[in-house]
């Protein structure tokens, strides 16, 4: 309570400077003339951080390419879109600001998030065939982009999937019991089948699928007769790995480990169009052409264990439970927070922040009940005993 009062006497006095630094940010011109264009100013604080305008401006940036280019909205639809979303936006950027700040408080997270940060952007880079950070900075800002803007949301996401990783599902992973494990693994063995496999891929670039889709039919003619899978994968396959060499030549079709061991698939994991077509299939057996976005594939299952795998379940039952978990835990943190919109956002904020603050209280509120319903039988049973 005691940081919570430190913060709200503080909170006026933030806003006020950054306000003050904006204002006198503006040509004294301009002020006189017209009333002021807002370059930058608070949305909302969190804890000592604070939501600007800029960064909600990307965010909304970010929102309306995806709306245009990957669900294929008018600029008019997506703006109104972002509008009637900007709370929830806005609320998603007060749970990134307090898992970042959570962040920082576990011990050498920020270090490995950095470190993990710099390898991408170094991956990207050879990737596109430069040499150095500065080419790939220039190269960036030819294209209109920022080095240090990708960083930052490279940081920011990866800083996320850190803490809610070490926070909740480690928890949840090994907090499992062996009977949970088996009694999921018996409700849900259909899903657990693990198996490697080799794969010839035909691509369709540059190809009419009339003729691609030929050809998969008459190399997985001669792979369900007998012919050597590895060597099929070597003369036909036309995947290619990161510098445009044929991955096939060295592995013979095999999907490898980052340990070049044969890498274990849950059929539940695959593509439905994969896993149906493979499904049935027994070790040692080829499928039909698969058709994908990018060409065909002929898979050859090399190995399949159906049996219990504890890492598999437990992956599984973590995976299912996650979602209610990342919520409850950042509940509890924005529990713990202090968030206090700036004015001009009140309006947009607040109504979500209120009805945050009322699940909050019905959560403890059936909690407290659970704990009571609980309590009862182990009261009555000390009672009989004295």
């Known amino acids: 309570m005691q ?11 933030l806003f006020a400077a950054l306000a003050l630094a904006v204002a006198f940010a503006a040509p ?4 006189e003339e017209s009333a002021p264009v807002v370059l930058d ?10 939501i600007m305008l800029s960064h909600l401006k990307r965010e909304n940036a970010d929102f309306r390419e995806v709306l245009v280019k990957q669900r294929g909205m008018t600029a008019e639809q997506a703006d109104a879109e972002i509008a009637k979303k900007q709370p929830e936006i ?9 898992l970042m700040q959570k962040g920082k408080d576990i011990p050498r997270m920020s270090e490995d998030v950095e470190a993990e940060v710099n390898r991408e952007v170094l991956r990207v880079a050879n990737q596109s065939g430069l040499k150095t950070l500065d080419e ?8 209109g982009m920022s080095l240090s803007e990708i960083k930052a949301t490279l940081r920011a996401q990866y800083m996320k999937q850190a803490v809610l990783q070490h926070e909740v599902d480690s928890k949840i992973y090994f907090g499992l019991t062996d009977a949970e494990l088996h009694q999921y693994f018996d409700a849900h063995r259909d899903r657990f089948a693990g198996v490697t496999i080799s794969e010839i891929f035909l691509s369709l670039a540059g190809r009419s699928e009339a003729d691609v889709k ?3 039919a008459q190399v997985a ?10 060597d099929l994968a070597a003369k036909f396959s036309e995947r290619e790995d990161e510098k445009g060499a044929r991955v096939a030549e060295k592995t013979k079709g095999q999907h490898l480990d980052e340990n070049g061991k044969p890498r274990v ?8 169009a994969v896993g149906d077509a493979i499904k049935n299939l027994k070790a040692g057996q080829v499928s039909e052409p698969i058709k994908t976005d990018e060409g065909y594939l002929i898979l050859r299952v090399n190995t399949r264990d159906d049996a219990f795998n504890e890492n598999f379940v437990r992956g599984a039952l973590t995976q299912e439970r996650s979602d209610k978990e990342h919520e409850n835990y950042l509940r509890g943190l924005r529990k713990e927070a202090y968030i206090k919109p700036a004015d001009n956002y009140k309006e947009v904020v607040q109504p979500l922040l209120d009805k945050d603050r009322e699940e909050l209280k019905a959560a403890d509120k059936d909690k407290q009940e659970t704990a009571s319903k609980q309590a009862a039988p182990e009261k009555k049973a000390k009672s009989k005993k004295q």
């Open 214 to 216: 030929a050809k998969a």
């Open 90 to 98: 806005i609320f998603n950027l007060i749970n990134e600001a307090l």
């Open 136 to 143: 790939l900075q220039a190269a960036m800002q030819k294209e």
């Open 28 to 31: 004294a011109r301009a002020q």
């Open 41 to 50: 100013e608070p949305v909302v604080q969190v804890n000592n951080d604070v």
């Open 265 to 272: 698939y849950l059929l539940s994991d695959m593509q439905p």
């Open 3 to 13: 940081l919570k009062n430190t913060l709200s006497r503080a909170s006026a006095l």
């Open 221 to 230: 003619t001669q792979a369900r007769g007998g012919a050597d899978f590895g």
